[in-house]
């Protein structure tokens, strides 16, 4: 090549030395690839000129019962179905408008339209005040008396728990624990069950690497940006992959809808309070006690063979925060005859929220349910 | 010369450069005195070659179409994902596990006495200017939750004793 310019190849290569048919099927999708472009340009300028705050958690809602930082909304269907559903996501973290993300993708929308009474508990924001807050607090005297308002409002005797990644786990301890209220189903949605089999953060948080008192009495609270620090060090290509899906798919409006509703939630991350991670990272990550069968709670053993009402389990093929095979652990523990468990594509949120979730996840759990509802 | 040709000129000048780049990178890094000689394009070069060979060979067969841009974000994709994984298996280690409790362990060494020194320069401002700490704001907040917890207690009491009550 010697002497040659770098432009005079560009130049080849763009018209070539000799003239190339091109197809009409290939000049159109040029074209249409250069709308494309220049859409992502249009989109891009919009969103960095005049960013516009995405409305989520659009479904009507009443709240019912509060109590401290914790409420309980109640999303009212037609109620095809008598029995509510009583859905306990996960405590910290995260806020729960995912599960209510967008009109047409919203896993509350879902339930509502299928005909269930969908009961929300919101654990809320907590504050230095509730350092002294443990998982036991939540599990003896928030969920019984959420699952009491939601029978009271409903006016049903029977109810479904459905827990969602670590609202799992406490929900099945509270079910296990309180045979006085009727839980008709337990539905556990990537809620980790066995710690021995829950990937890097059990590594990371395993007692001779992490000491959690100390953690605890030096920060008191955890601080949402320690949490943040801790989800994004367990994916950290994560930022990367999601900015070049984003850059991809910029010329669609819809796409940029979901992606600024979604970005808002993912970087939204909740405080843990003290003595609650102190439990959560001791006896479960640590200890395994549920799985074990060692935990105790209100002065009341954990047996999760006590559970014995219909029991459905959800895993993600693609979980790293709760590994399929630590979730599945459910269904060998309960003492449930009737029980099913599924793996569907997709990670810890895509299974429950996105395009993916409105075909694979969301039908299965409501299909699950209307018979036994 | 026909337009293949022209494209595989392209990229062999292209994928020459990308090597000429890294290797100063690379000779830049190791003109550390001591220091060995490490090469930080390892990992993603075969990946890089592996890509430029499969774009240079659709680009050869055929006038350029938009589904260059597709195989593009494929490779990127896959980059990543290897990437993702390879660092999932680093940070997957005991030792991994081990350096980063080591540091959280050396963080939360430096961070006590810095946050308890915070805390109580904050604390001594708040009161020379006759403001209730953060402490003091706290226990009140505290003292309310459970004044909420016993007026519940008093209410499931009651509720309690009304039903029996209507039992009888």
């Not at chain 1, 859905?87 to 910290?92: A, I, K, S, Y």
């Not at chain 2, 392209?10 to 060995?36: N, S």
């Not at chain 2, 997957?92 to 810095?114: C, I, M, N, R, S």
Request: aromatic share 10%; net charge neutral.
């Amino acid at each position: 090549m010697g002497q040659e310019r770098f432009a005079d190849i560009v130049e080849r290569f763009t018209h070539g030395s000799e003239a190339i048919p091109v197809s009409p099927e290939v000049s159109k999708r040029w074209q249409e690839e250069i709308e494309r472009a220049r859409l992502r340009m249009k989109n891009f300028a919009r969103m960095m000129a005049d960013p516009v705050e995405p409305k989520t958690g659009q479904t009507p809602r009443q709240e019912i019962y509060k109590k401290n930082k914790s409420r309980l909304y109640r999303y009212e269907s037609a109620r095809t179905y008598r029995t509510p559903v009583l859905f306990v996501p996960n405590l910290g973290i995260s806020r729960p408008y995912i599960f209510d993300l967008l009109p047409g993708a919203s896993f509350i929308e879902h339930m509502t339209r299928q005909g269930f009474d969908f009961y929300l508990l919101d654990w809320g924001v907590f504050g230095p005040e509730d350092n002294g807050l443990t998982l036991e607090d939540c599990v003896t005297r928030i969920l019984p008396r959420m699952a009491s308002k939601t029978l009271e409002s409903s006016g049903a005797s029977e109810l479904t728990v459905l827990g969602y990644c670590m609202g799992a786990p406490l929900s099945a301890c509270f079910v296990a624990t309180h045979p006085e209220i009727a839980v008709r189903n337990f539905v556990n949605m990537a809620g980790p069950i066995d710690f021995a089999k829950v990937g890097l953060f059990g590594v990371w948080l395993d007692k001779r690497f992490f000491n959690v008192d100390r953690f605890v009495d030096v920060l008191g609270a955890v601080p949402a940006d320690m949490v943040r620090a801790g989800f994004k060090l367990l994916k950290p290509t994560m930022d990367l992959s999601t900015n070049l899906n984003l850059w991809w798919n910029l010329w669609n409006d819809r796409y940029v809808e979901g992606f600024s509703a979604l970005n808002k939630w993912a970087n939204e991350y909740v405080a843990f309070p003290a003595e609650f991670f102190r439990q959560w990272v001791g006896d479960f990550y640590q200890q395994n006690k549920l799985y074990r069968g060692e935990l105790r709670m209100g002065g009341r053993p954990v047996h999760l063979s006590r559970i014995t009402c219909p029991v459905f389990v959800v895993g993600a093929k693609e979980d790293y925060i709760a590994p399929p095979e630590s979730v599945k652990a459910l269904l060998g523990a309960v003492g449930s005859g009737d029980k099913e468990y599924v793996e569907l594509p997709g990670g810890h949120i895509s299974l429950i929220a996105g395009r993916g979730a409105a075909v694979h996840c969301w039908p299965r759990v409501s299909r699950w349910l209307a018979p036994r509802s | 010369m026909d337009s293949s040709a022209a494209t595989q000129q392209l990229f062999d000048l292209w994928k020459r450069q990308i090597e000429e780049g890294t290797k100063a990178w690379a000779r830049m890094i190791g003109e550390v005195p001591g220091a060995a000689a490490v090469d930080p394009t390892a990992f993603w070069r075969p990946l890089m070659d592996q890509g430029i060979t499969a774009w240079s060979r659709m680009l050869s067969q055929g006038p350029a179409s938009p589904e260059l841009l597709t195989q593009w974000k494929q490779f990127l994709d896959q980059w990543i994902e290897a990437w993702s994984k390879a660092l999932g298996q680093a940070m997957g280690t005991e030792a991994f596990a081990q350096a980063l409790g080591k540091y959280l362990d050396q963080w939360l060494v430096t961070q006590g006495p810095a946050r308890k020194a915070g805390e109580q320069a904050m604390e001594s401002i708040l009161q020379s200017l006759g403001l209730p700490s953060r402490a003091q704001v706290t226990d009140v907040a505290r003292q309310l939750v459970e004044l909420e917890e016993r007026v519940e207690r008093l209410e499931d009491g009651i509720a309690a004793l009304l039903k029996r009550a209507d039992g009888k």
